[in-house]
């Protein structure tokens, strides 16, 4: 078996990542061969030469892209954790009502998660080990429930919902219900799969507050109330 010299120079590196952020059918076969050599053969299994016969490709053209096999799973990491981030912006937030909003972004975070389940678990087990894949993942997470708890506390604040408690703390309940859940279902039928996106709806409905139907009159009148007689 012949080696192959990697170049490790900053050239190099800068080399390659112009060409990951340039992409490209070849980036994308690669990418998903190393996707599958991940899952079906673990992680410490999975080598240059087994991710580049599974893409049918040569290991210089591994290398061209990548200087090893942790690199590319920090760019599948960041691959998988745009998707996530990605769900929540799947409608404009200003434009629909809350309840559309809050169904939407379920729906498109649950079906990320299903489509990623395999390598999320992967993730979370290197994130301990790999500082690149630590720092992405955590930074997702951070990210999204950040950027969901300002929804709901703009919301709460314009008296659009009466959640039952914090919104730091619902977004915390649910955002680990949603993504361990699905994981969990990520093989089920795609029937069962819907039944639970759609149960998580409606319990979000439930704990975020938000209105099932008209408002009873006066009822956009009424003036919020401080947090001690909200989560009464």
């Not at 914090?166 to 990520?186: E, F, K």
């Not at 799969?193 to 709806?201: A, N, P, S």
Request: glycine share 6%.
């Amino acid at each position: 078996m012949h080696s192959v010299m990697v170049d490790t120079s900053h050239a190099a590196e800068q080399a390659r990542s112009a060409r990951r952020e340039g992409g490209g059918p070849r980036l994308d076969e690669l990418l998903a061969a190393a996707a599958r050599c991940f899952v079906e053969d673990g992680y410490e299994r999975t080598t240059a030469a087994t991710i580049t016969a599974r893409a049918q490709t040569s290991r210089p053209t591994f290398y061209a892209y990548f200087a090893s096999k942790d690199e590319v799973f920090q760019t599948l990491t960041a691959r998988v954790c745009g998707a996530l981030s990605d769900a929540q912006m799947v409608v404009d937030v200003d434009a629909v009502s809350p309840r559309d909003v809050l169904a939407a972004t379920t729906r498109a975070f649950a079906r990320a998660v299903y489509a990623n389940a395999p390598l999320l678990a992967l993730i979370e087990h290197r994130a301990g080990v790999d500082p690149v894949v630590a720092r992405e993942w955590e930074a997702v997470r951070t990210r999204t429930r950040r950027r969901f708890a300002r929804f709901l506390e703009r919301l709460d604040a314009a008296g659009a919902i009466d959640p039952c408690v914090p919104a730091a703390r619902i977004v915390d309940t649910l955002s680990d219900a949603l993504t361990i859940g699905a994981a969990r279902l990520a093989r089920a039928s795609a029937a069962e799969r819907e039944r639970f996106i759609d149960d998580h709806i409606v319990i979000t409905e439930r704990l975020v507050g938000v209105s099932t139907g008209p408002a009873p009159a006066g009822e956009h009148d009424r003036a919020p109330r401080g947090p001690e007689e909200r989560y009464k």
